[in-house]
């Protein structure tokens, strides 16, 4: 697969010369090359020279003439349009990219190209028809992938896109072009499906459970808290809403009300591992190591992994007087990194406290062992070894 690297000009994704097609096209001494007369392929290889540096006039002009030598090799029409639709020349690139098509109309990149072309003279169906021939003939290419969902965001049409660039993301999946786009695609999915919700039944709990998630995001907890149980309300025994209410309440510092509702979500959803771990934790911030440590640990049995379960359960082994299992989750845990990271600097503090707290008393403990075991040694010294008898 010819890999098209892509850059972004004026808010927009565009294709920069992909100089991996010249693996092809330097291809002298080859079949297709045997075509072209002699003087045609010398042309062809300075400009194929001058696009690599970048030199387009030079390009641009070689391979205009290596077209005219030789009007059947597509390559050097190919070529020319990429130089072409760099310039800014739209319609000469389209032009020469049409002419490539017709002498070989599976060139590799020769559609995605012209669908670019069209793209930027904002003739979007046209662009979609070519790009589409590209992702037909070549089902893994990722720019096209992505460029299919590009034309069809500018088509408002993001559902579609959204699809496009999920494809291109699973061939691709640390291209940074391509993760923006599919993320506008889904955020334009999200919007519209919400608005959709609005306009369809305004007084949904469902409704309320977005509004109250919108705050949340934005910390404004107590107008989430109202939200939630605005569809609380409604929907009074729907999993998770008491669970994301007690988070809220939580976020708040009301202690007593968030240990509630986490409650009430055991009583609906029996098996929500949020609810049972928020309870653990609560257990532990109140001094409660027994009870925390049985909560945390029956969640993490369900979910393995959940965010600073090392830290929580390190604080509960503290609490129980465990303070080498302690030790050990606390290290683990990283944590000054990963609170530092979340801003969370003066549980950072607390929890680096505790740590050194237990490597200062182990440091203690053996210091006091080592000298139990002098005052020993002293006040036990060891006798000479009794004479050898004689054989």
Known sequence: MVNIPLTKRSGNPDA???????????????????????DASEIFRQASEA???????????????????????????????????EQGRFDEAIASFQKALALKPRLHGANLFLGIAYFRLN??????????????????????????GVVRLAQDRPEEAANALDKAAKLAPDDMDVLYHRGRAHLLVSKNSYAKMFKTDPKSWRVHQVLAQANAEADRHTDAVAEYQAAI???????????????????????????????????IAPHNVLAKYELGV????????????????SALKEKPGLLHSDYNLGRAEMLLGNNAAAAQLLGRATLGIV?????????????????????????????????????????????????PQNP
């Open 16 to 38: 920069k010369f992909a100089f991996a097609f010249l693996a092809i096209l330097l291809c002298l001494g080859e079949p297709l090359c045997a075509q072209m007369a002699e």
């Open 51 to 85: 696009m690599q540096r970048g030199n387009l006039n030079v390009a641009g002009d070689g391979f205009a003439a290596a077209a005219k030598a030789a009007p059947a090799f597509a390559e050097a029409h190919f070529n020319l349009g990429l130089v072409r639709e």
């Open 123 to 148: 003739q979007l169906d046209k662009s979609l028809a070519a790009i589409q021939k590209e992702t037909a003939s070549f089902p893994k290419d990722a720019p096209a992938w992505m460029w299919f």
């Open 233 to 267: 309300k409604l929907a009074p025994t729907q999993p998770g809403l008491h669970e994301e209410l007690g988070s809220e309440y939580r976020s708040l510092g009301k202690v007593r009300e968030a240990e509630e509702s986490f409650l009430r979500e055991l009583e």
């Open 282 to 297: 609560l257990a532990v911030e109140q001094g409660d190591g027994a009870k925390g440590k049985v909560l945390i640990e």
């Open 339 to 387: 609170y530092r990271r979340l801003h969370r600097m003066e549980e950072a503090q607390k929890a680096m406290a505790a740590f050194q707290k237990l490597k200062d008393e182990a440091a203690e403990n053996s210091q006091k062992a080592l000298k139990r075991y002098e005052a020993q040694q002293n006040s036990n010294p060891p006798q000479p070894a009794p004479p």
